[in-house]
C-alpha cells in the first residue's frame, strides 16, 4: 500500500509559479513511476508530466518548455516545478505512483491561476 500526500497548491497569478510536492509512504517508490495529472472544472482528467524510475520524463504538449517533473528517491518526494503559469492550467493536480489503472492516487490539491 502506498500513500500520497500532496501540497503546494495555491492561488497564483498568470506569469507566476508554483511548486507542487507529493510525499509518498512506502519503501517502494523508487521503483514506481510516478507522475501528475490534472482534472479541470468540465473536463476530463489528462496527464501532465510523468517520471519512471530511472528519470526519463514526458510531459503533456500544453506544458512543455513550462513545467519540470523531478523526484527525489531519498526524499519519497516527488515535485512539479511549474512557471508561466496560464488561467488554463487551473484545476486540481493529482499525484500518481503506478499507473492510472492499478496505481495510486493522493488526495488532489488545487491550482487556481487568476488576476
Known amino acids: 500500500q502506498v500513500q500520497l500526500v500532496e501540497s503546494g497548491g495555491g492561488l497564483v497569478q498568470p506569469g507566476g509559479s508554483l511548486r507542487l510536492s507529493c510525499v509518498a509512504s512506502?519503501?517502494?517508490?523508487?521503483?514506481?513511476?510516478m507522475g501528475w495529472y490534472r482534472r479541470a472544472p468540465g473536463k476530463q482528467r489528462e496527464l501532465v508530466a510523468g517520471?519512471?524510475?530511472?528519470?526519463?520524463?514526458n510531459y503533456a504538449d500544453s506544458v512543455k518548455g513550462r513545467f519540470t517533473i523531478s523526484r527525489d528517491s531519498a526524499k519519497n518526494t516527488v515535485y512539479l516545478q511549474m512557471n508561466n503559469l496560464k488561467p488554463d492550467d487551473t484545476a486540481v493536480y493529482y499525484c500518481?505512483?503506478?499507473?492510472?489503472?492499478?496505481?495510486?492516487w493522493g488526495q488532489g490539491t488545487q491550482v487556481t491561476v487568476s488576476s
Open positions: 517520471i519512471n524510475r530511472l528519470g526519463s520524463t
Open positions: 500518481n505512483a503506478g499507473g492510472v489503472i492499478t496505481g495510486y
Open positions: 512506502g519503501s517502494m517508490f523508487r521503483i514506481y513511476p
